[in-house]
């Protein structure tokens, strides 16, 4: 009778530990399941946000010649229409273009659902590889300078701009947290297909001084926080 009750015992403490481990694996996965749930919502919400930048200036892409791309940044490729030939001063024609870019651009930015999510926007300055020596006798520096300049020459009309002084005070902090100038010299050149030529991947591709030559607009978004958040709460789980 004793050792009918000991096998007894065993059998109720391998049950037990079956429901345990049950509840921890069902556990386990709703875990899983929510973070994923997290980031596929996140990863979808940029991909609207992504649409909504194309349906909203999809009359403007081509009298502007600017393009989309899915990395959410606006490139402005007439170098003409933006700034003389070493020069940082907007052209008339670029302030027409800015002015009617820059109301759309801001409204959709500041009514996006991802908007908790914009971590910069940058202002890109980018230029060819001819040198600026007014600016520094060293071709790369001179550029630099050159094209930091022309990214703040944009700025500098943005907040100038009507459109942004409507904005109510929180949302002109808003825009100022976001926005930042930067230039880049010739350092991201693009080909004649207007594709970013990577010197490692591709050492022989030529620049195309007319399509190098350019200013961006990029959304930076939380991509690597929710991307780390999501592994650090699944690593914790295990």
Known sequence: MAKHNVWMSVSDLMTGLMVIFLFIAVAY???VDENQ???KDFVETKHKLHDKLVNEFKGDTAKWKMSIDGDLSMKFNNPSV???QGS???TDEFKIILDEFLPKYFNILLNDSLRSHIQEIRIEGHTDDL???SFDPDPYISNIILSQQR???VMRYFLASDCYKNYNPQQQALLRYWFTVNGLSYG???DSDGNL???IENPKAEMDKDKSRRVEFRIVTTDKDVLENFVNKNLSTE
């Open 82 to 84: 933006l700034f003389a």
């Open 151 to 153: 990214s703040l020459s």
């Open 197 to 199: 030529i990577n010197p």
């Open 88 to 90: 940082y001063q907007l």
């Open 188 to 190: 991201k050149p693009l």
């Open 131 to 133: 040198a600026a020596f």
């Open 29 to 31: 996965m709703s875990k």
């Open 37 to 39: 749930t997290v980031l």
